[in-house]
């Protein structure tokens, strides 16, 4: 039996009163991309989050591969792009990465760095600070990060928000070609093109539950649309 | 203390210890008053001291209460231990009930000691080690109520204040050998043996011990007691605000039950990693 | 240990480049040493002798605090902090790295403070220069092992400026006196007593094991 990549078991997560997840149920195999799509406070957020490591579950258990999310294993296996940058705007761009690549024990730090910056378009950059850099040059200074111990696992929070519409395509087109080259997406978005052009399964949530399911032929950025409003309505 | 009547139609995940609670305050505060009627008898019937007369009698109360403070950061350690390796709230809730009411004790002892000491000593306040420990050991018990109160979220603050119980707890030697070392006047009277005390005072001063000890377990089951009561309080809005929620995500047409079974999304290639 | 002199060199180099951290709290402890030198009117020498060494751990243990707040001040920005959090490394290390930076920073700014020190109450320290530098940095371990910790737990609290010295103070206790006694004695020119060195080294070894294992709960989201 093939290990799922992401298994969720009844998660509930809850700050203080409120409770942001209720009830997830969620095995997302290999090599799958996965759009998760939802009204503000639907919990996507803190869903992907907890994927990542980043906090337990009040309730129910996550696993990355079979092992814990929140374990040193799982880390290693996925790469997180939140809406927070972990960028050191006082490093270069160049600097943050060889820092990252350190962090995960890489073998050759430097080469990685370097790779990954041509891969971004960031080679001329490289040396300065990233604290200067704009929101799209930040953006894939920040994918670059994430990819930089090669995790097989992806996980995007919000990754197309403030990007201009070449940016967003290059995202798209990068996003496409890491998932042909057999990684496991999910990614959380509002916009619903980009989401149909990248995964190949949505789930919709509101109000800390999954209310719809698509995959394959029904999915599409119409529909995606519709069961956005359907679910924001029903929150309403 | 009674558990408020619960809704038979909401589900529940009530604690199993709540009646455990509720049953060590009954029990230590049985204990308590009948240690009570005994403990005054003993602490009016004892002889003053020749030589500071009857204020040293401030005495059974003054060194309980440093017991009961000490006996309180040693529950908020273990309960911060046994919740970082449990991760069971009930832990954490003992932790801080340990430390809610040990600070109590602690603020009665730093009271009673300059009392007593202005008596005997003539002095309000010495550096002595002990007493210096003791206010030590209040500004630790302060400095994790604060970082309780101040840090956002029950499982962090849960977590911040164990680790904290755990360096206050190792902190208070190692203030006292420290102190200890470098002297600070010792005026305090020495430890406990049997001639120390005056004739006849030996068996009040045991009977006052116990009583901080049994004072001290019956506020902190009270505070447990509350403590859970209030979690379970918690609990049980979420929960029926949650099956509230319920209602209307049914409506959504083409969704499965909210939140049951799980959808697997699995790869068309069915290649594994 | 990769991990650890990855911090430490990140570290470092953020406070090369921007020299902030150093230069506030060589400022900070410049001023405590001048506020200091007029709080105390100048009576004898003697008296100023005897609580010089006090009053240099005062300065150095406030100096310490800004360094710490800021440790993990800039770990905030953009989750850094969350970033540390996710490397798939024990988290002690991450916890060496940062004290040890501290531990650096610190030891430049007590340098130059302990001569200011030296000037302004007209001691003479140059004779005891490498014993009170084994001092200082013993006192040192102890502060920036649990102020590291106690920094990243006040770092994600509603008033952290005001929580880490809450929070460290009363730790510190047997770190300053065993300290200031050593140093107290290291100046007025006996040997130092073995139980001061014996305090601290203990309170040293207890306080880097605690926080090296907390630092793994405090890290958790």
């Given at each position: 039996m093939i290990e799922s990549a992401i298994a969720v078991r009844a998660v509930e997560k809850r700050f203080g009163g409120a409770a942001a997840l209720a009830g997830i149920d969620l095995e997302i195999g290999a090599g799958a991309s996965l759009a998760v799509v939802g009204p503000n406070g639907a919990g996507k957020s803190t869903l992907i989050r907890l994927m990542a490591g980043l906090g337990r579950p009040t309730a129910g258990s996550l696993e990355i591969e079979g092992a814990p999310a929140t374990g040193r294993q799982a880390r290693a296996r996925v790469g997180l792009l939140a809406d927070a940058t972990f960028l050191y705007p006082q490093l270069s761009a160049r600097e943050n990465l060889l820092f990252a690549g350190r962090l995960y024990a890489l073998a050759d730090p430097a080469a990685r760095a370097d790779l990954l910056l041509a891969d971004e378009g960031l080679g001329e950059v490289a040396n300065r600070p990233a604290g200067e850099f704009s929101r799209g040059m930040a953006q894939r200074l920040a994918i670059a990060r994430s990819l930089v111990h090669d995790p097989p696992i992806l996980l995007l929070d919000e990754p197309f928000t403030g990007l201009d519409r070449r940016g967003a395509e290059g995202l798209s087109e990068r996003l496409r070609r890491l998932h042909r080259d057999g990684r496991t997406l999910v990614l959380v978005t509002h916009d619903f093109t980009r989401a149909a052009e990248v995964a190949d399964r949505a789930i919709v949530l509101s109000r800390g539950r999954i209310v719809r399911h698509l995959e394959g032929g029904d999915l599409d950025a119409h529909s995606l649309e519709r069961s956005y409003l359907e679910a924001a309505d029903g929150a309403a | 203390m009674m558990a408020p009547p619960m809704d038979a139609s909401t589900p529940t995940r009530e604690s199993p210890v709540a009646g455990s609670d509720a049953r060590a305050v009954r029990i230590s505060g049985i204990a308590l008053i009948a240690f009570l009627a005994l403990y005054a008898a003993m602490v009016i019937s004892a002889p003053s001291d020749a030589v500071q007369g009857s204020i040293q009698k401030i005495l059974y109360v003054h060194v309980p209460t440093a017991l009961a403070s000490y006996l309180g950061f040693f529950v908020t350690a273990v309960g911060g231990l046994l919740y970082l390796w449990r991760n069971d709230d009930r832990y954490d809730r003992l932790a801080h009930s340990g430390a809610e009411v040990g600070v109590l004790f602690c603020t009665l002892c730093i009271l009673t000691g300059p009392i007593w000491a202005k008596g005997t000593w003539g002095h309000w306040w010495v550096w002595d080690p002990r007493l210096t420990v003791t206010l030590l050991l209040w500004f630790i018990y302060l400095s994790y109520l604060l970082l309780r109160s101040f840090t956002e979220g029950s499982a962090r603050t849960a977590r911040f204040a164990a680790v904290y119980g755990l360096l206050g707890a190792f902190a208070v030697p190692l203030n006292y050998f420290a102190i200890d070392l470098f002297g600070g006047a010792a005026m305090h009277p020495e430890n406990l043996e049997r001639d120390s005390l005056g004739a006849g005072m030996g068996l009040p001063f045991l009977v006052s011990m116990l009583m901080g000890v049994v004072a001290f377990l019956h506020l902190l089951a009270q505070r447990v007691d509350l403590a859970s009561l209030q979690a379970q309080a918690l609990e049980r809005r979420?929960?029926?605000?949650?099956?509230?929620?319920?209602g209307p995500a049914e409506?959504?047409?083409?969704?499965?039950?909210?939140?049951?079974?799980?959808?697997?999304?699995?790869?068309d290639r069915g290649s594994a990693l | 240990m990769n991990v650890l002199l990855a911090i430490l060199w990140k570290d470092l180099l953020i406070e090369v480049r921007s020299r902030d951290r150093v230069t506030a709290m060589l400022v900070f402890s410049l001023l405590v040493v001048i506020v200091f030198h007029f709080a105390l009117p100048g009576s004898n020498p003697e008296q100023q002798a005897a609580n010089a060494p006090g009053l240099l751990w005062v300065a150095y243990v406030f100096s310490a605090l800004l360094g710490l707040g800021r440790?993990?001040?800039?770990?905030?920005?953009?989750?850094a902090l969350s970033g540390l959090a996710r490397a798939p490394t024990d988290r002690g290390w991450v916890f060496l790295g940062k004290a040890a930076a501290s531990f650096l920073i610190l030891g430049v700014v007590q340098a130059v403070t302990a001569v200011a020190f030296a000037l302004a109450f007209?001691?003479?320290?140059?004779?005891?220069?490498l014993p009170l530098a084994g001092i200082v940095a013993l006192g040192s371990l102890g502060i920036c092992?649990?102020?590291?910790?106690?920094a990243a737990v006040a770092v994600r609290t509603r008033f952290r400026e005001v929580m880490?010295?809450?929070?460290?103070?009363?730790?510190?206790?047997?770190?300053?006196?065993?300290?200031?006694?050593?140093?107290?004695?290291?100046?007025?020119?006996?040997?130092?007593?073995?139980?001061?060195?014996?305090?601290?080294?203990?309170?040293?070894?207890?306080?880097?094991?605690?926080?090296?294992?907390?630092?793994?709960?405090v890290l958790d989201e």
């Open positions: - | 979420l929960q029926s605000g949650a099956a509230r929620r319920g409506d959504i047409p083409g969704s499965g039950s909210p939140g049951t079974g799980a959808l697997s999304v699995d790869n | 440790a993990f001040s800039l770990e905030l920005e953009n989750e007209d001691v003479d320290l140059s004779a005891v220069a092992s649990v102020g590291t910790l106690a880490l010295p809450l929070l460290l103070l009363p730790l510190l206790w047997p770190v300053i006196s065993g300290a200031v006694r050593a140093t107290a004695q290291l100046v007025g020119g006996s040997d130092v007593e073995f139980e001061a060195i014996q305090l601290l080294i203990v309170t040293d070894g207890i306080y880097l094991v605690l926080s090296f294992i907390g630092f793994d709960f």
